[in-house]
């Protein structure tokens, strides 16, 4: 199966823009891919560059991407109070990706031939963001397996 990559993160990217909860924290024009704007609406999303490894055998195609997600978020306020820290509300953000992606998987069409894809949270980093002082970051990286059918 060629051109994982882009196979990969079209799925990835379709499926948190998809899913209701996520959204409803992180708006759809929020979610970036590699080529976010000088300066993103917050809060918002970013993924980084795919990494394949390609898995082929007898009667087998298709490869895992690893995928690095970032969701970066600021303090809530309401009235000049804050309401929700950016350390929470990126958690929060950070739960919502969990439940879109964490043990999912659906079959997409590839080239004509469908295609099973499921997605694995690898690891998981909550930490101050270092360009913003006042913002959080929620890091994980999504294994992506997709393998012909």
Known sequence: MKGLH???RRAF???IKNDPAFI???PKANIFGQSPPAVPPWPFSVIGAPQVLPIRAACLDGGTVNIKFSALAQPRKQGGVVIETAEDHAGRIGAAFESAIDSRGETITVDGKAARITYQIADIVLRRDPVEADAYQYSA???IRIIAE
């Open 141 to 143: 990286t999504v294994r």
């Open 6 to 8: 882009t196979v990969a």
């Open 13 to 15: 990217l379709t499926r």
């Open 24 to 26: 409803a924290l992180i």
